[in-house]
T-cell receptor
Framework: AQSVTQLDSHVSVSEGTPVLLRCNYS??????LFWYVQHPNKGLQLLLK??????LVKGINGFEAEFKKSETSFHLTKPSAHMSDAAEYFC????????????FGTGTKLQVIP | ETGVTQTPRHLVMGMTNKKSLKCEQH?????MYWYKQSAKKPLELMFV???????ENNSVPSRFSPECPNSSHLFLHLHTLQPEDSALYLC?????????????FGDGTRLSIL
């Protein structure tokens, strides 16, 4: 069985300050992990993915995430928030072998204060 | 056109109406998905198609009827819907159903049931 927990439903940061969105996962097998972003009235857009290569993954728009197996975490970070980063972010876990079983987190809404 | 396109973007219908949602992908993918996104609820996977065959149906009421005539097109036929069916319906595609494949999402159809 696999699961994913996004620890914060809402995060608020000031523009120009760092962003940290937390995600913990549980998977019996080697997981693939993803972060998606959803802007209002839009679909989900892939930010980055981890599939057992480098543990530090760089994505689009300056985001990155680090896979920490010992902590079963895959937190999303960005050094400096922009107003355009205000959106909802989803952490997703998928089983790497065999047929894909995808589990979505409940999402974290990021607010960026000017 | 590229990516995943969903039409219509907005749909208002009465409970006795029949309508269809359309999804088209131009990515050459072999797997397609329907999701329901309701406010304050996790993303719900409804149906999965792989090579035009339905491979997953997650206890969705029969008033939702999917159709996949070819690997590029996916429909969701709606009839006799209930007010609780009001939601954002998202279509996605992936290269195949192997684990580790990211999904590409359309912008969704916002469905409102009167």
């Amino acid at each position: 069985a696999q699961s994913v927990t996004q620890l914060d439903s809402h995060v608020s940061v000031s523009e120009g300050t760092p962003v940290l969105l937390r995600c913990n996962y549980s998977s019996s097998y080697s997981p693939s992990l993803f972060w998606y972003v959803q802007h209002p009235n839009k679909g989900l857009q892939l930010l980055l993915k981890y599939t057992s290569a480098a543990t530090l993954v760089k994505g689009i728009n300056g985001f990155e995430a680090e896979f920490k197996k010992s902590e079963t975490s895959f937190h999303l970070t960005k050094p400096s928030a922009h107003m355009s980063d205000a959106a909802e972010y989803f952490c997703v876990v998928s089983f790497s072998g065999g047929y894909q079983k995808v589990t979505f987190g409940t999402g974290t809404k990021l607010q960026v204060i000017p | 056109e590229t990516g995943v396109t969903q039409t219509p973007r907005h749909l208002v219908m009465g409970m006795t109406n029949k309508k269809s949602l359309k999804c088209e992908q131009h990515l050459g993918h072999n797997a397609m998905y329907w999701y329901k996104q309701s406010a304050k609820k996790p993303l719900e996977l409804m149906f999965v198609y792989s090579l035009e065959e339905r491979v997953e149906n997650n206890s969705v009421p029969s008033r939702f009827s999917p159709e996949c005539p070819n690997s590029s097109h996916l429909f969701l036929h709606l009839h006799t819907l209930q007010p609780e069916d009001s939601a954002l319906y998202l279509c996605a595609s992936s290269q195949d159903r192997q684990g580790g494949q990211p999904q590409h999402f359309g912008d969704g159809t916002r469905l409102s049931i009167l």
